[in-house]
């Protein structure tokens, strides 16, 4: 099976080579392909978006199913499906983001962990009613990482 995604547009921050620190509170825009305008029509009315975007310095070669998560070795070595490595078969991004405003074809959003010139292949709206878990399980390395009492 053979999948062709087309970007709907591009992400432009202040990120050129590697994600600075802060990222979750910086500004950043997506300038939406001019063809897209109309489908942008009431993100307005929410707070937060759902971006998908496609991790486009990563390479794609070498991949291995297994990592330690952010390459520590204190942790355990899980499959890349357990972490959010952007080392995967298909460097795919999900970012749930704040919405700021919108200018045309331009959304400013606030807190993507994302570089510059990263191409934009979906939005959808957040949805508490269907996004929002109150309730779930994280493995133990997970909380140490985050230095959080297992």
């Excluded at 802060?22 to 063809?35: P, R």
């Excluded at 070669?61 to 297994?66: D, L, N």
């Amino acid at each position: 099976m053979t999948i062709r995604l087309e970007p709907i547009g591009i992400l432009r921050n202040e990120c050129g080579d590697r994600i600075s620190k802060g990222w979750e509170t910086k500004e950043a825009q997506i300038i939406i392909n001019e063809k897209w305008l109309p489908a942008l029509e009431g993100v307005e009315g929410f707070s937060h978006l759902i971006i998908l975007f496609w991790l486009h310095r990563i390479p794609r070669e070498g991949i291995k199913p297994k990592t330690h998560p952010q390459g520590r070795q204190d942790l355990p070595l899980v499959g890349i499906f357990a972490t959010r490595t952007p080392y995967r078969p298909n460097p795919i991004g999900l970012q749930v983001v704040e919405f700021v405003s919108r200018e045309a074809n331009v959304l400013t959003i606030r807190g993507i962990d994302a570089l510059d010139g990263s191409p934009i292949l979906d939005i959808k709206p957040y949805l508490p009613r269907g996004d929002a878990i109150a309730e779930t399980r994280l493995p133990a390395w997970l909380k140490k990482l985050w230095g959080v009492e297992t």
